[in-house]
């Protein structure tokens, strides 16, 4: 899924909020620096799910 499509998904939280948490769960989980996350256009299933659960959202199998 693409950082944006996963943005989309949480629309009722800030961007910003929504960008920072998702960069964070990249670096964390293939651990890398956050500067490198930040520029990463894809995010895995596994992030997604993550990001989802910290922002209390459903995911959908």
Known sequence: MGKAQLRELVKPISTRYASTIINEV???????????????????????????????????D
């Open 26 to 60: 990249i670096a964390k989980q293939r651990d890398v620096p956050l500067s490198f996350a930040k520029n990463q256009k894809i995010v895995f299933q596994k992030e997604v799910r993550i990001v989802l659960d910290f922002l209390g959202l459903e995911c959908e």
